[in-house]
């Protein structure tokens, strides 16, 4: 499936996704380099909440660039298959094995406006990531360990607090929708 028809199939949750859907199915059209972070002013990301079986327990690290705890996720890079871009960086960013999706669906679709900043050195400049996100599971006895090049710790957290420990207040929104609706798919 291409990774057009993986956002077609989804179902938006509500008025923000039904708008962010547009626009991210606008740029796939537009833009045949959307899945390249080359294209600098937005490109396709995937991200993952990475909960216990029970779900209540989730993953969340310590982003070196946003100063703030966070789900997990990277860059496309040419990869279609988002559901790929978000199991691999989860397991380079957490260290975690027992990862599985819960499905292949994606689990929440967000335009998240990223601030410009320095990365390894070079200047990035401000663009959006059209990101997928992902909901996975986990054995919450492994133990998961940052990746120093992209998190200063990695750890679980009760679900019902976590969003406390987030110091990035637009990304709070973010987490609290995808919250909400694993509370009503929750075993």
Same mark, same amino acid.
Not at 16 to 45: G, K, V
């Given at each position: 499936?291409?990774?057009?028809?993986?956002?077609?199939?989804?179902?938006?949750? /509500?008025?923000?996704?039904?708008?962010?859907?547009?626009?991210?199915?606008?740029?796939?059209?537009?833009?045949?380099?959307?899945?390249?972070?080359?294209?600098? &002013? @937005?490109?396709?990301?995937?991200?993952?909440?990475?909960?216990?079986? =029970?779900?209540?327990?989730?993953?969340? @690290?310590?982003?070196?660039?946003?100063?703030?705890?966070?789900? #997990? *996720?990277?860059?496309?890079? *040419?990869?279609?298959?988002?559901?790929? #871009? @978000?199991?691999?960086?989860? =397991?380079?960013?957490? *260290?975690? &094995?027992?990862?599985? $999706?819960? /499905?292949?669906?994606?689990?929440? !679709?967000?335009?998240?406006?990223?601030?410009?900043?320095?990365?390894? *050195?070079?200047?990035? $400049?401000? %663009?959006?990531?059209?990101?997928? &996100?992902?909901?996975?599971? @986990? +054995?919450?006895?492994?133990?998961?360990?940052?990746? $120093?090049?992209?998190?200063?710790?990695?750890?679980?957290?009760? !679900?019902? %607090?976590? !969003?406390?420990?987030?110091?990035? +207040?637009?990304?709070? $929104?973010?987490?609290? =929708?995808?919250?909400? %609706?694993?509370?009503?798919?929750?075993?």
């Amino acid at each position: 499936m291409d990774v057009k028809d993986q956002f077609l199939n989804y179902q938006t949750k /509500n008025e923000q996704e039904q708008r962010d859907l547009d626009l991210i199915l606008q740029f796939i059209d537009r833009n045949p380099d959307a899945l390249l972070r080359s294209n600098l &002013t @937005a490109h396709l990301t995937a991200s993952a909440f990475v909960v216990n079986p =029970k779900m209540d327990r989730i993953v969340f @690290a310590f982003h070196h660039i946003y100063q703030s705890w966070a789900w #997990v *996720g990277g860059h496309a890079d *040419g990869n279609p298959n988002l559901l790929e #871009v @978000a199991l691999r960086e989860t =397991k380079e960013e957490t *260290g975690l &094995t027992t990862i599985r $999706p819960f /499905n292949n669906d994606i689990f929440t !679709i967000d335009v998240i406006y990223v601030h410009n900043h320095i990365k390894k *050195g070079q200047y990035v $400049p401000d %663009h959006l990531h059209l990101n997928a &996100t992902y909901l996975l599971i @986990a +054995d919450d006895d492994e133990i998961p360990y940052a990746n $120093p090049d992209e998190h200063q710790d990695v750890k679980w957290f009760d !679900i019902n %607090h976590v !969003i406390e420990m987030v110091s990035e +207040d637009r990304m709070k $929104p973010v987490y609290q =929708k995808a919250f909400q %609706h694993i509370q009503m798919i929750k075993p």
